[in-house]
Every structure is written in structure tokens, then in C-alpha cells.
């Protein structure tokens, strides 16, 4: 009895058995192909975080803006486009060398974190000039890249010297024919202990900086200092420089340390990971596989919100009928005609953009079409004799309409179920592809939104709009395959004779 | 509820008084209802929708700049489709499970999950950036209704217009097509295997005949209906496509309208969508009563 014999009750009634059904189906390639993509899509979600190398939303500037996917450098012709590339200088590496007048009174000290150059002065009354030049090589092998950053991470303190000023200045050499790039220069003016009020802690260069195109004398609008530095692919030294000015006053007994912790310089990659990156360096890959979440959560939780509210109405109009029947249905018709997408975009405006308001709205506005068709089916199956079994047997309305009846209307309820999430899919897509997605999700509109509005089109970044297409697309196909394979098979009006 | 309309077009630090008189001018002061609600009713009977807050011009001449346009893009893509639709819905249905139709089943499913805008973004990007950037060919518009510095010769603007509507017209045609071919196939093989069907070809009529004369006036009353249900969605069914395009329509008027909390605008276009479905209905009722002997006109 209960719910498992009206299943058999209504497959027998159409000649079908269970096992008979699933062999039905198996021989469909529709429903092979659905079955896949759907169980691909579902594990896909399920593993996101394992499959997903980065944040989908909140790690940005991964590689270079609109970064092809990598594999792409296996066709001839992209070989050479810089991949992400960072030289990380640690504080032992680095090759020191100090001359001068005062060379002597330098000391370095490379045993803790960072380097520790301390310049100690007791009592020397003559004025000199020391420097400390480290220097680093390292090879580049790809083309120019379109930017780079280093990082110098510095902090001086002076402790009760008046007399002594120091400067930095961060070159880089090309070895293919030795041009220097002089990319950081704290001169003017000599630095003293009044700086350090000021902080300059941390050096961060950067290529779109306009002062450096200032300083290496090109304007930012028409060189790309990136590609001017880095053209050849050959071995490039940076040459960090320290020069200590002493002006010999008497008296002035203290020390000048400059601590220096590993130097990151990174150039950007223009080809990254599988889908490459967005207009913000994001990982496109990444939020492509989370975007499964979505799309799925809204798809299947809406459609089971709408079946539920379909299956109570629809039931209860055609069992109860008279004045409810009348009233539910004039709600499911004044619903039907209303202009859907106007009064979601409205509610998201006025409450919330929460993906679950967006679920319930979308379930809200679907399920008429079943509640139609359930209250139909219910009209003829209430005078069938079996009902009128149970009836006299003793149950009740609540029992009869629950327990009896509705489990005849299964076939009906599965392949409606499985055919409105597609629906619910696209329409989500829609609304986020306008603007109107969960900010906090990165669903498959909501990256087509950011190539909308960010410059995705205008760039062709194929990579970048063709992914959450297909995706949609394919998952889209795959359901409604499985819902209309599901109709074909288990609704006999339909089936081939 | 909602947001006050105020807030966006005084300044926010501006004195309380100033945003009192806003009020008062555009009858806000008033309590809903019934004296704000009322009153709508009645400009409604005048055909005055009230005034939009962000342009403080008169609703109804921002719709009427914008009715022809959907009117035109709507009307010629419903057209188009239905049209297609059951040209290709009856081939199929005659020519059942042969090599055609099960092309064409697998073809329409496909034209029925793409949604008009996604179908919009992907011709957008084959057919009028690709050739933009990479040869510098204005192959097709990227957005907008017409260009703009156009000389006012009417061939010439009738001509651009054309041109601008292309794009979602092929959006719309190749992504909608298939629910209505879905759909005539499937009544087109209920109605092959009545029995007048038979009758007709036992008395030796030529199929084609046969199809024209007997199947298409019985297949008439559904698909009236399917159009005339059509219609309503005409509105609220293209906010996203005539975003996307920035078509200078009705729906695009209404997402900014949603967007931006200009209430009089959003009722203005919900009444003219509900106005849209009560006439087509009617419309439908009347012309099926007269495709279908069956009905009567009481």
C-alpha cells in the first residue's frame, strides 16, 4: 500500500513495468547523452572546491587582464606568450658588493628574515660616500609581457645620526645589449631621518605608473614600458643600489640600519590556467565550475518548489471542486498572464537579490502549467472505482487526495518536473546576464554580464564569453532531453505507435 | 514599501521643504488609498499615465516614442516564427520519423532551449564584433536602433533601420521557431491520422492538396491561438533581448523604468502589456469562431 502502490498501479495501467521503463529509456540516446551531462554537471558542483584552483570571486589579478587560456600555447604562433612568471629574490641570493670611503663601517647581517645592513658610526669626523649595490640575474623567455610589479620590501631607521642620508635606486639591466632601465630612484632628495616620519616601508613598482614612464622619459600612451624593458628574451640583472651619504659631523655616535626582505618581481602572465582570466585577472575556469552550483540549485530547487505548489493545487482543485476549484484556478489563470520577468526584477529591486528569492520567485511563476494539468488528471482519476474503494474503505479527503490519488499523477509529475528546470536555468541566467544575479555567486550570467559590461566583447575574448554559453547551453539541452525522453516513455499519448 | 522617488532627483542635503513641494507635485503627499489609486484610475480613462520622475516628462509620449519600435520587432518576429513554424511543423508531420523530420525534431528542441538573448549575445559577437575588430568591416550594428547623423532621406533611414533590425530579428527567429514547429508537428500528426484524412486520400487526392485544403483549415484555430497567446509576452519577453540590443523599445523602457524606481513608467508599460492581453485575446476568440464552424458567435 501507500505511495509505492500507486506507482506500480498507474505503470501497470500503461502496460509498464519498472524494469521495462528503465529498459525503454536505456535504448534512448537522448537519454544516455542527458543522463551524462547531467551526472558531469552534478559532480562538477559537488567537487567544485577540489576542481576550482582559484576564488570564483574574491581573487582577482591572478594572471594579466584577459589572459588566454595556456593551452593555447601549443599552436604555433602563441608559443612564446608570457606565462606567469615571478622571481622571488630571497635576501641570501642576493650578489653584494660595497665600495667607497666608508666601506668599513657596513655590516650585513643576512642570519634572520631579511637582510640587515647596518652602517654604524662612532666618531669618524671626515665626510665619504659608500654604496651597496646587490645584484640579482635571472632569465626571461618569452615575449614582452604587457606589465609588471616588483615589490621592495625596505625599512630604514636612524638611530641618533643627524649627519648621514641615504638614497635607493632599483635598475634593471638587459644583457642583450647592456641598456639599464632605471625603474626606482629615491633621488632627489638624499634621504634622512626626517623620511622615516613619512614611511617608505615597502617600494612597489609598477609599469602602468606614469611617474616611471617620467622617469625612463616615454609617456605611458605610447610606449608600454613592460615591452620596452622586457623586449628580448635574454637574461635580465636587477641592481638594487644603496648609497649612504656621511657628512662627517662630529659627535654624531648612532646607526643606520636598512632592512631588506625578499623582493618580488612578477610579470603577469598573458596565458593562464585552462579558460585564462577576465577583465579583472579572475579565474574564469574557476568560476565557470562553481557557476554549476548555481545554475543546478536554481534549476531543481525551483522546480521542486513549483511541482510541490502544483501538485497541492492542482490536486486539491480537482478533488475538492465547486468554490475552491474555482477560486485556484482563477489564481493559477490571473498568474499565467502575468509578465514574469517585470515583477522579478521588481522584487529583486525592492527586497533582495539573494539567490534564493530569485529560486522563489522563479517557482512562484511556474508551476501553473502543471497545477492545469494535475487538476485535469485528478477530474477523471476521482470517479475511478479504486478511489471510490478507498473511500468506502474509510479514508479520508486529505488521505484520499494524498496518498491515492496523487501518487497515480507520478509520470505526469516527473517529466514536468525535469522539463521546468531548464527553464528556471535560463531565466536565472537571463536576469543575471542584465545585471540581476546573487552578487555573492558566481553564476554562468553573471560572467557573461562582466564580458557585457567589461569589455569582454569588444576585446573578442572568446575564452571568456564562449564557456558559460556552452555551459548553459549543453546543460540546458541535457534536461530537456532527459524530461522529453521521460514525457516520450511515460506518457502513452505520446508514446510511438 | 519601496523607495521615495524623491530621494533621486532633489539633492540630499537640499532643505526638507523643497522635497515636501516635489512631493506634493507629483502627489505623493496623498495616502495611496484610495485618493492616489483613484485618481491614477481616473487619468487612466484620459489616457494620461502620469509623469516619469527622472525625465518629469509625460509617460505616455515615452511610450509612444518607443511603441513602433517593439511593435515592429515583435510583430515581424512573431510573424517570422509562426510562419516558419508551421511551414516546417507540417513538412515534418508528413514526412514523420523519415530522415527530414528526425533532423528537424532535434532542430526545433534546440531553437526551443536558446533563449532569444543568448542567441542575441552569440550573433552579436559572430556577426558584428568579430568582423568590427578584427577587420574593421561594419558588418552589422552593435546596438541601437538607428545610427546616428543619418541625412534625412527616408529611404536611407528606412534602409538603416533594417539594417539595425537584423541582428535581433535573426536572434529572435533562430531561437524561437522551435516551440511553434514543436508544436504544429505534434498537432499536424494528430490531425494525419483522423479519419477524414483517410477519406480524403482514399478519394485519390494529391497529398499537397490534401494538406492545403483539408489539414491546414483544422490546424488554423490552434494556431491562432498559440499567436494570439504570443502577444502578451511581447513586453515583459524582450526586457532582456532589447537590453542586450539596446533596442529602443518598450521593454528596454521598462527595465530602465524598473531599474531606476519610476513607478509611473512601470505601471504604464504593466497596463499596456495587460491591455495587449485582453485585446489579442478577444481578437483570437473572434477569428476562431470564425476558422472553426464549430464555434458560434452567440
Known sequence: ?497 | MGVDPTRFLVDLDAPPDQKIFLRKQFGLDEPIFPHQYVRYVLNLFRGEFGFSFLTRRPVIDEIMERLPNTVILSGSSILLNFAIGLLVGLYAATKREERVDSAILPASIFSYIMPIWLMGLILLICLAWLPAVTWGVKLFPISGTTSPLLPPDPLIRALDYLWHLVLPLMASVIAGFGSSTYYFRNIAITELEQDYVLTARAKGLPEKRIMRRHVLKSVAPPVVTAVALSVPGVISGWIITETVFSWYGLGLYAFQALTSYNYPAIQAVLFMQAVLTAISLYIADIAIAYLDPRVRFR
Open chain 1, 1 to 497: 500500500m501507500r505511495s509505492s502502490l500507486g506507482g506500480r498501479l498507474i505503470l501497470a495501467r500503461y502496460g509498464l513495468h519498472r524494469s521495462r521503463t528503465l529498459r525503454m529509456l536505456l535504448k534512448r540516446k537522448m537519454w544516455i547523452f542527458g543522463i551524462i551531462v547531467l551526472v558531469a554537471n552534478i559532480s562538477v558542483a559537488v567537487f567544485a572546491p577540489v576542481i576550482a584552483t582559484r576564488d570564483p570571486i574574491y581573487d582577482i589579478h591572478v594572471a594579466d587582464d584577459l589572459a588566454m587560456p595556456e593551452w593555447i600555447t601549443i599552436f604555433p604562433g602563441f608559443g612564446d606568450i608570457p606565462r606567469n612568471f615571478l622571481v622571488l629574490i630571497n635576501h641570501r641570493d642576493w650578489k653584494r658588493s660595497i665600495h667607497g670611503t666608508h666601506a668599513s663601517l657596513i655590516r650585513l647581517d643576512d642570519t634572520g628574515d631579511e637582510l640587515v645592513t647596518s652602517y654604524q658610526r662612532s666618531g669618524v669626523e671626515e665626510k665619504g660616500d659608500t654604496e651597496l649595490t646587490l645584484t640579482h640575474t635571472f632569465d626571461y623567455g618569452y615575449a614582452p609581457p604587457r606589465t609588471f610589479v616588483a615589490y621592495l620590501p625596505i625599512a630604514v631607521t636612524i638611530t641618533k645620526v643627524t649627519g648621514v642620508s641615504y638614497k635607493f635606486a632599483l635598475s634593471v639591466t638587459r644583457s642583450s645589449d647592456g641598456k639599464t632601465f632605471v625603474v626606482y630612484d629615491s633621488y632627489p632628495p638624499w634621504r634622512t631621518s626626517d623620511f622615516i616620519r613619512l614611511g617608505d616601508n615597502r617600494i612597489t613598482i609598477h609599469s602602468r605608473d606614469p611617474m616611471l614612464g617620467r622617469k625612463l622619459g616615454v609617456t605611458l600612451l605610447e610606449r608600454n614600458i613592460a615591452e620596452m624593458i622586457f623586449s628580448s628574451k635574454t637574461s635580465y640583472t636587477i641592481h638594487l643600489t644603496i648609497s649612504i651619504a656621511d657628512e662627517g659631523l662630529a659627535g654624531d655616535t648612532g646607526e643606520m640600519k636598512v632592512a631588506l626582505s625578499p623582493l618580488s618581481f612578477r610579470i603577469p602572465g598573458k596565458a593562464y590556467g585552462i579558460l585564462g582570466t577576465n577583465h579583472e585577472g579572475a579565474d574564469i575556469f574557476s568560476q565557470l565550475v562553481y557557476g554549476t552550483r548555481v545554475s543546478l540549485t536554481v534549476g531543481i530547487l525551483s522546480a521542486s518548489i513549483a511541482v510541490l505548489v502544483g501538485i497541492i493545487v492542482g490536486v486539491i482543485a480537482g478533488y475538492q471542486g465547486g468554490i475552491v476549484d474555482q477560486t485556484f484556478m482563477f489564481i493559477t489563470d490571473t498568474l499565467i498572464q502575468t509578465p514574469t520577468l517585470p515583477i522579478i526584477i521588481l522584487v529583486m529591486m525592492l527586497f533582495s537579490r539573494s539567490i534564493y528569492v530569485i529560486v522563489s520567485i522563479l517557482a512562484l511563476f511556474s508551476w501553473m502549467g502543471l497545477a492545469r494539468q494535475l487538476r485535469a488528471w485528478v477530474l477523471s482519476l476521482k470517479e475511478r472505482p479504486f478511489v471510490e474503494a478507498v473511500r468506502a474503505a474509510g479514508g479520508g479527503d486529505l488521505y484520499v487526495m494524498f496518498r491515492v490519488i496523487a501518487p497515480q499523477t507520478i509520470p505526469l509529475l516527473t517529466y514536468s518536473f525535469v522539463l521546468s528546470i531548464p527553464g528556471a536555468i535560463l531565466t536565472e541566467a537571463g536576469l543575471s546576464m542584465i545585471g540581476f544575479g546573487d552578487p555573492l555567486f558566481p553564476s554562468w550570467g553573471k560572467i557573461l554580464n562582466e564580458a557585457w559590461n567589461s569589455g569582454g566583447f569588444a576585446s573578442l575574448a572568446w575564452w571568456w564569453i564562449a564557456p558559460p554559453i556552452a555551459a548553459l547551453l549543453l546543460l540546458a539541452l541535457s534536461v530537456v532531453s532527459l524530461g522529453r525522453t521521460l514525457e516520450e516513455v511515460l506518457n502513452p499519448r505520446l508514446r510511438k505507435r
